[in-house]
């Protein structure tokens, strides 16, 4: 899996009507005190509930005699980025996100920044070895970017942008269609749908014949799921991408969002 970081803005939040997660307002948002007090032991589904927000699948892979799953979290008000990670589906811990290179770069003829490309394995190496977030640190983190945010400054995580429907419908009802279309496909294809130990025949009957198949390291096979974004979504929605990982004919570890490879990307219908 020696290969390069996938999205050029990994931090972008898609809801919809009807999906449990629509704010009123074009601001997505956790409660402060909740998130700074979330108790551990707690499950994905139990700390989306307590937060009231949907987190992004970013890895889920095996170490020893435990599963470790990351999620990633993402609130524009108050603004803050973080990594949950779970053990044995259990939350252990909050951390920061590893630290991101950014470079200049061009969409449709406007400046753009996005992440320098990264080694997923490497990354996930450097997730697992951060240092658990105290609640007092995850109260100063959220400080500096409320101070960066009324400054102007540029914030230490990618921009947010949430994407409601009636605001989509309104800009272009063609955008519209194909933003939702992105969100179905993210639906069929969600990672948290895959277990680590299923078998080649198991991960097909949830998610069908994979998109491509490539060799990775130590006789590693990759399998490649999901779809590019149609031409009219904008840049940076996070595409319905997810990489299954096998080793022995099991599922060894399964990548999306920030830890799937751009050079995946091209292989992609």
């Known amino acids: 899996?020696?290969?390069?970081?996938?999205?050029?803005?990994?931090?972008?939040?898609?809801?919809?009507?009807?999906?449990?997660?629509?704010?009123?307002?074009?601001?997505?948002?956790?409660?402060?005190?909740?998130?700074?007090?979330?108790?551990?032991?707690?499950?994905?589904?139990?700390?989306?509930?307590?937060?009231?927000?949907k987190l992004r699948h970013e890895f889920t892979v095996r170490s020893g005699t435990n599963q470790f799953r990351c999620m990633g979290l993402l609130s524009t008000e108050p603004p803050a980025?973080?990594?949950?990670?779970?053990?044995n589906s259990n939350l252990v811990r909050i951390t920061e996100p590893p630290a991101v290179v950014w470079t200049n770069a061009t969409f449709r003829g406007k400046p753009w920044q996005r992440p320098v490309p990264v080694d997923p394995d490497e990354r996930m190496s450097l997730t697992l070895l951060q240092s658990a977030l105290s609640p007092s640190?995850?109260?100063?983190?959220?400080?500096?970017?409320?101070?960066?945010?009324?400054?102007?400054?540029?914030?230490?995580?990618?921009?947010?942008?949430?994407?409601?429907?009636?605001?989509?419908?309104?800009?272009?009802?063609?955008?519209?269609a194909e933003v939702k279309q992105v969100e179905a496909w993210r639906r069929k294809y969600d990672p948290l749908l895959v277990e680590l130990g299923a078998s080649t025949t198991e991960v097909e009957r949830v998610f069908?014949?994979?998109?491509?198949?490539?060799?990775g390291k130590g006789g590693?096979?990759?399998?490649?799921?999901?779809?590019?974004?149609?031409?009219?979504?904008?840049?940076?929605?996070?595409?319905?991408?997810?990489?299954?990982?096998?080793?022995?004919?099991?599922?060894?570890?399964i990548l999306s969002d920030q830890f799937f490879s751009i050079s995946w990307q091209a292989l992609m219908p």
């Open 1 to 53: 899996m020696k290969d390069n970081l996938v999205h050029y803005l990994p931090l972008l939040i898609l809801l919809f009507a009807g999906s449990g997660c629509m704010a009123a307002t074009n601001k997505v948002g956790v409660s402060s005190e909740r998130l700074i007090n979330l108790p551990r032991g707690v499950n994905v589904g139990e700390v989306e509930k307590h937060l009231g927000i």
């Open 81 to 87: 980025s973080f990594y949950l990670i779970f053990s």
């Open 220 to 253: 590693d096979i990759i399998w490649l799921f999901g779809h590019k974004n149609p031409p009219n979504v904008p840049a940076g929605v996070v595409p319905a991408l997810v990489a299954v990982v096998f080793n022995n004919g099991s599922v060894k570890c």
């Open 208 to 215: 069908g014949k994979p998109a491509a198949s490539l060799l």
């Open 137 to 176: 640190d995850i109260a100063s983190r959220i400080e500096i970017n409320s101070q960066r945010n009324r400054r102007h400054d540029p914030l230490n995580i990618a921009p947010a942008f949430l994407l409601t429907a009636p605001l989509w419908i309104a800009l272009s009802p063609k955008m519209a």
